[in-house]
């Protein structure tokens, strides 16, 4: 078994690097919305009623509609993890009527997500077109393909990723 830290001062980078070199620090490492564990936006909406926090909801996977968990949440649960990562799909993407009977959006990769009209707030989105199901492999040289992160936003990721 691993070696036991008893230490009450324990960052939460401490924690989790005991944890991965298999050495037990002084309580399991917790996520919520950090690396691993995202949180539903109607999850989230009532968790803060029941604490009876006011804040507002911001989503960062419209796929699955998962939130950003605020520092607020993570510190009232002692929360270890740190949401660090690029944004991949931009998460402030507007939903509209799609094509007949379906609300949804289209992503920087054109790919087309939907769900029934008849739903007020779908729980997630499906794919419904996309732009690369009838491709060859020849036809990927004319795919618009989307700009990758700037060396400057890598860097400044790196810096919260530090911090964190």
């Avoid at 037990?24 to 989230?44: K, L």
């Avoid at 009232?76 to 799909?89: L, S």
């Avoid at 993407?93 to 609300?103: A, L, Q, T």
Wanted: with cysteine.
């Amino acid at each position: 078994m691993g070696q036991y830290v008893n230490n009450k001062e324990i960052t939460p980078r401490k924690r989790i690097l005991l944890a991965l070199e298999h050495a037990e620090p002084d309580r399991v490492p917790s996520d919520i919305g950090g690396i691993t564990c995202g949180i539903h936006r109607d999850a989230y909406k009532n968790l803060l009623d029941y604490l009876g926090i006011k804040e507002e909801i911001k989503i960062i996977d419209p796929v699955q509609q998962i939130v950003e968990t605020s520092e607020e949440i993570l510190e009232y649960f002692n929360i270890d993890t740190r949401r660090v990562q690029i944004e991949t799909i931009n998460p402030q993407i507007k939903v509209s009527e799609i094509r007949s009977g379906y609300i949804g959006f289209k992503d920087k990769w054109g790919v087309v997500w939907g769900a029934p009209r008849n739903k007020n707030n779908p729980l997630y989105y499906n794919i419904i077109e996309s732009p690369l199901a009838d491709f060859k492999e020849k036809d990927l040289n004319h795919y618009d393909w989307p700009k990758p992160p700037g060396e400057d936003q890598l860097k400044e990721l790196g810096k919260y990723a530090k911090k964190s």
